[in-house]
């Protein structure tokens, strides 16, 4: 079997408290690894001290080999905080108001991938099958085909696609796509993102699908499917069970006393849709009276790309959204938003997610969010809780048995969660069964598996 090697932006190298990353890419990829093996290749998260970003540190642990650089300053202003997360990834999200478009900046994008390719190519072998992740490294292949590299070359986007009248006003929009066409497969998460990507080459004459996936351009016949990304469903369940006995999750319990809990957990990002979130919640308790000092949603929150401006300046606004919403509807004896911005580990959230009666996923666009599986996957199929989930989430297509609802109509998520919190026992097995079965058939091995098949 050829060697699979993987790169991406974020690596996580577990750490001696096994603490998992907040990010569901890395989260996924390392269980996709950890099963087959291989290199993996990515960004340290560390910036270097001088203008140098210094030699690359391999290390094994187990089946895998992590291969880190240390990225400058600079390149990490441009490339990663820059053309990555304030253009790529607002338009991606259907944000283009929010989209800060900067030459210097993509040029730098352009640079940091040239730079990986160069890291990289000392370490391959011929028959390497190469699996690209995210929008931080579109132009890689071409930067290796560049090299003369005629390996496998897969990509997945872990984020949607865009529409052609977003996409196109994006400058260097032709250049983003001419880069995919250098894979050999180009994996999406959902049906709709494939429909967006060739509807934008379609409009801009780059390109057009042929028959089994195929896509035709200027100079290149590739793939194009969709690989909709799954959890460790198994593990994860079981990981749940054994919560119970975890002393934060015990405390926890505790101190909700007999309340009913709602759980959120995103990291802090403009496209989780939390600001929508919190006013619904609001709006429940106002609208439905019965639930005063009956419920406790608490919301997990681990602040993310601080140095972007929309973000930091997000941090602020919640913080104090969250503490109006309780000085204005909480109570001596309750305070009904418990807003936490610390990254809990994953064997906790597990037994969280289980304590809890409603799971809260409203993006306003999102991937596939890992969190929504995540939930479904730690409840009890005596006493499931019920999934009330975003339409825009790209787990909506999947999660059946979830209550779908439209992010941005507050009073549509707060009459949801008045349905889901009085929601009979047979139903919330019924409903919970259906999203549990497709989690089941369709984990993250299944993901790995259809992807590298496809690729092979
Ligand atoms: O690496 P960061 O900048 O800290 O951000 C964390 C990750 O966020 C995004 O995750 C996406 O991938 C998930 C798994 O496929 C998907 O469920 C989610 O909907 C996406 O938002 C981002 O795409 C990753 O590259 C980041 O590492
Ligand atoms: O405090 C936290 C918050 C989130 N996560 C994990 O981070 C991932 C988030 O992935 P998702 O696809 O929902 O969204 P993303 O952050 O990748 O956009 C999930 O596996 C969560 O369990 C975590 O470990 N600790």
Redesign the pocket.
């Known amino acids: 079997m050829s060697r699979l090697v993987v790169v991406s932006n974020r690596v996580p190298i577990p750490d001696k408290t096994g603490a ?6 890395a ?2 990829l390392e269980a996709a690894l950890q099963e087959r093996g291989g290199l993996w290749l990515g960004w340290s998260g560390q910036t270097s001290e001088t203008d140098e970003p210094g030699p690359l540190r391999t290390e094994t642990l187990g089946p895998i080999t992590y291969a880190l650089t240390d990225l400058t300053r600079t390149d990490v202003d441009e490339y990663y905080f820059g053309f990555a997360n304030r253009v790529l990834w607002p338009i991606c999200h259907y944000r283009l108001d929010l989209a800060e478009y900067a030459r210097r900046e993509m040029a730098g994008y352009f640079r940091v991938n040239r730079f990986f390719a160069e890291r990289l190519a000392p370490l391959l072998q011929p028959d390497d099958v190469i699996w690209i992740h995210d929008y931080h490294l579109i132009p890689l292949a071409g930067e290796l085909r560049r090299m003369g590299f005629k390996n496998r070359i897969g990509f997945f986007l ?1 984020i949607p696609w865009p529409p052609a009248d977003i996409l196109l006003a994006m400058p260097v929009h032709e250049e983003i796509m001419r880069s995919l066409s250098q894979y050999d497969l180009v994996g999406f998460q959902t049906d709709h993102d494939l429909e967006n990507f060739l509807g934008c080459l379609k409009r801009e004459g780059m390109g057009q699908a042929l028959d089994e996936g195929r896509i035709q351009t200027e100079d290149r016949i590739f793939r194009g499917g969709v690989y909709s990304i799954g ?1 460790e469903t198994s593990a994860f369940a079981e990981f749940a069970e054994k919560a119970a006995g975890n002393p934060t999750v015990r405390r926890t319990k505790r101190s909700i006393e007999d309340r009913k809990l709602i759980i959120g ?3 802090l ?1 403009y ?2 849709g939390l600001t929508q979130r919190i006013d619904a919640f609001e709006r429940f308790v106002v609208g439905y009276p019965a639930y005063h000092g009956k419920v406790t949603f608490l919301q ?1 929150t ?1 602040k ?1 790309r601080s140095e972007v401006p929309e973000y930091e300046a997000m941090q602020r606004a919640l913080a104090e959204q969250a503490g109006r919403v309780n000085g204005s509807i909480g109570a001596v004896d309750w305070v009904p938003i418990r807003y936490i911005n ?5 064997p906790v ?1 597990a037994g969280l997610y289980r304590l809890a009666r409603v799971g809260l996923v409203t993006p306003l666009r ?7 599986k ?1 939930y479904i996957a730690a409840q009890d199929p005596e006493d499931p809780g019920v999934l009330v989930l975003s339409r825009f989430a790209g787990a909506a297509r999947s999660m059946k048995g979830a209550l779908l609802v439209n992010p941005y109509d507050v009073e549509g998520i707060a009459h949801a969660l008045s349905r889901a919190l009085a929601m009979p026992l047979d139903e919330r097995k019924d409903r919970w069964r259906v999203s549990m079965d497709d989690l089941l058939a369709n984990d993250v091995t299944r993901w790995c598996d259809d992807f590298l098949r496809d690729l092979g």
Request: proline share 6%.
């Open positions: 998992a990353p907040a990010g569901g890419l989260v996924a872990h959890i957990v995103d990291r990002d496209s989780k997990i681990p993310s610390r990254s809990i580990a994953r959230l999102d991937g596939m969010n890992l969190v929504a995540e």
